[in-house]
């Protein structure tokens, strides 16, 4: 596996981390502070409608999702303390309540594997649901899986389907700055952050 990017978080006592999933897999290094986290089971419907990974990975809603309080009955709970690393299984549901103020980095990872799935889910999003079918299977191995990726990335070749990049268009207004006020200095215009993936693509 290799790290697409990495991302510094320092957060605030109390602040949290809504119930969401993330479509690639991440890693969460903790430094400083202690936070609780919440991990739910994976590619489980009673917890993700298939609807909604489905529209997470074409990228038409964001990775937060609805939560019902009766979802923690089946939560494994951690605390995490400096020098703890989390990580769950790919696209686990997960949410964090920080206890006092956090710095932790978060590191995001692609293998072969993390594809199969984003073009089965992007083929069921964007050809079979398109075709009304509503038992939409989400197996990533064996002889319909493949078909379902040639087929999907085939046709998005001749006409693309509107799938949207949400991190394309991140920015950010601040910088990181030792001698500024809280550690921060304002830019003087908004610039793309830089884990957007339009910011790789120029």
């Known amino acids: 596996p290799t790290a697409n990017y990495s991302t510094l978080l320092i957060s605030s006592p109390g602040a949290q ?4 999933l993330d479509a690639e897999p991440n890693m969460l290094w903790h430094l400083r502070g202690k936070k609780r986290i919440w991990i739910y089971p994976a590619m489980d419907t009673r917890f993700v409608p298939q609807e909604l990974l489905e529209n997470i990975y074409a990228g038409e809603i964001d ?3 609805p939560f019902d309080s009766s979802f923690d009955e089946s939560a494994d709970k951690y605390l995490l303390e400096p020098g703890d690393v989390a990580s769950w299984p790919h696209n686990g549901p997960h949410r ?3 206890q006092d103020m956090n710095v932790s980095l978060a590191t995001s990872y692609y293998t072969p594997l993390i594809y199969q799935r984003q073009y089965v889910q ?7 649901r398109g075709m009304g079918i509503k038992h939409r299977g989400t197996k990533e191995t064996g002889f319909v899986p493949a078909l379902k990726r040639v087929s999907y990335r ?3 070749k001749l006409k693309p389907f509107k799938r949207v990049d949400r991190s394309a268009t991140y920015v950010t207004d601040v910088q990181v700055d030792p001698h500024g006020p809280l550690g921060l200095k304002k830019l003087s215009e908004p610039v793309m952050a830089s884990f957007s993936s339009a910011r790789h693509q120029q």
């Open 154 to 156: 085939a046709i998005n």
């Open 96 to 98: 964090i309540v920080n």
């Open 63 to 65: 990775e937060n999702l």
């Open 122 to 128: 992007l083929a069921n999003r964007f050809l079979l």
């Open 17 to 20: 981390v809504y119930y969401h």
